[in-house]
């Protein structure tokens, strides 16, 4: 076997290329004496990814080893056995949802979910920012009552309890959101047959994700984006193919700064969902930007 410096230069060399523009970030602290891993965790810090994230591929390198027999450093880890994801079907899981969700709108009230479903758009989400709990349930149920009719499958951002009570498709919540989940809230919002998405911003993220089992995974940002601030940098297409191709097993959203220009390149990454916030609420016609968004997601829908 190689030694561990060479390793890491084999690593780099084969795959700088898919994950440039990043800097450099140090190496953290090795958690196992393995040569491998150790060549992974180097290599990893060096192609940008933060210490969480390298420490996930390192280990990953390491698995895979051991899985195969010998290191190999031209495909980039992938394998969901590798990074330790739960087997299909899995132990732990939501209530499913459709594989490719298509266009997926994320809208600030009630009144703009009524006028996405009506124009057509196939997976809804309302972040109703406030912290009046009367004037969240309202809206929330106000989006509920919006969808009834359509096709739309509306999921409700972070308010959990008022998505429970209004009968909402689902609930999407951040990592921030599953930090402030007890035991019994995430037991509660299991058995209430709610669809769950969470959003993910690297390996680490996407690997505890992975242990509620949600009904998807949202992936990002992907482009620069001036909606929220970020605590980590966009991620990239090359990023983005290879969190898509760990999550296989996973419908897969894409969001983060995405434009129709870029939606071919996105979908060409296997996502089966580009979310979407400006290029609706943003557009001297929303409902002509639905419909141009709708016809890009075209080569994503099933047959």
């Given at each position: 076997?190689?030694?561990?410096d060479?390793?890491?230069?084999?690593?780099?060399?084969?795959?700088?290329a898919?994950?440039?523009?990043?800097?450099?970030?140090p190496?953290?602290?090795?958690?196992?004496p393995?040569?491998?891993?150790?060549a992974?965790l180097?290599?990893?810090?060096?192609l940008?990814?933060m210490?969480?994230?390298?420490?996930c591929l390192a280990?990953?390198?390491?698995?895979?080893?051991?899985?195969?027999?010998?290191?190999?450093?031209?495909?980039?880890?992938?394998?969901?056995?590798?990074?330790?994801?739960?087997?299909?079907?899995?132990?732990?899981?939501?209530?499913?949802?459709?594989?490719?969700?298509?266009?997926?709108?994320?809208?600030?009230?009630?009144?703009?979910?009524?006028?996405?479903?009506?124009?057509?758009?196939?997976?809804?989400?309302?972040?109703?920012?406030?912290?009046?709990?009367?004037?969240?349930?309202?809206e929330?149920?106000?989006?509920?009552?919006?969808?009834q009719?359509?096709?739309?499958?509306?999921?409700?951002?972070?308010?959990?309890?008022?998505?429970?009570?209004?009968?909402?498709?689902?609930?999407?919540?951040?990592?921030?959101?599953?930090?402030a989940?007890?035991?019994?809230?995430?037991?509660?919002?299991?058995?209430?047959?709610?669809r769950?998405?969470?959003?993910?911003?690297?390996?680490?993220?996407?690997?505890?994700?992975?242990?509620?089992?949600?009904?998807?995974?949202?992936?990002?940002?992907?482009?620069?984006?001036?909606?929220?601030?970020?605590?980590?940098?966009?991620?990239?297409?090359?990023?983005?193919g290879?969190?898509?191709?760990?999550?296989?097993n996973?419908?897969?959203?894409?969001?983060?700064?995405?434009?129709?220009a870029?939606?071919?390149?996105?979908?060409?990454t296997?996502?089966?969902?580009?979310?979407?916030?400006?290029?609706?609420?943003?557009?001297p016609?929303?409902?002509?930007?639905?419909?141009?968004?709708m016809?890009?997601?075209a080569?994503?829908?099933?047959?």
């Amino acid at each position: 076997m190689l030694g561990i410096d060479a390793m890491a230069q084999a690593i780099l060399a084969q795959h700088a290329a898919a994950f440039a523009g990043f800097a450099r970030e140090p190496a953290p602290e090795p958690a196992a004496p393995d040569p491998v891993y150790l060549a992974a965790l180097q290599a990893c810090s060096a192609l940008g990814f933060m210490a969480h994230d390298a420490q996930c591929l390192a280990r990953a390198w390491q698995a895979r080893t051991l899985r195969v027999g010998a290191f190999q450093a031209t495909p980039w880890p992938d394998a969901p056995e590798d990074f330790g994801l739960q087997a299909v079907p899995r132990a732990r899981a939501f209530a499913p949802c459709p594989d490719r969700l298509g266009l997926y709108a994320v809208l600030p009230d009630a009144a703009w979910v009524a006028r996405m479903a009506r124009a057509g758009v196939p997976a809804l989400q309302l972040r109703f920012k406030s912290s009046d709990a009367r004037a969240i349930a309202r809206e929330v149920a106000a989006a509920v009552r919006a969808v009834q009719g359509s096709r739309a499958l509306l999921f409700i951002n972070d308010h959990w309890q008022a998505a429970i009570d209004a009968g909402a498709y689902g609930v999407h919540l951040g990592q921030e959101d599953l930090d402030a989940l007890d035991p019994g809230a995430r037991q509660t919002l299991r058995a209430s047959g709610l669809r769950l998405g969470v959003s993910t911003h690297g390996y680490a993220e996407m690997l505890r994700a992975d242990a509620l089992g949600p009904s998807y995974i949202a992936m990002g940002a992907v482009f620069p984006t001036t909606l929220k601030k970020m605590a980590t940098a966009p991620q990239g297409l090359g990023r983005l193919g290879a969190y898509a191709r760990l999550l296989r097993n996973y419908p897969r959203v894409a969001i983060g700064g995405i434009g129709a220009a870029q939606f071919p390149q996105v979908l060409a990454t296997g996502v089966g969902s580009i979310a979407v916030v400006r290029a609706l609420v943003n557009a001297p016609n929303p409902e002509a930007a639905a419909a141009q968004l709708m016809a890009c997601m075209a080569p994503a829908s099933p047959p």
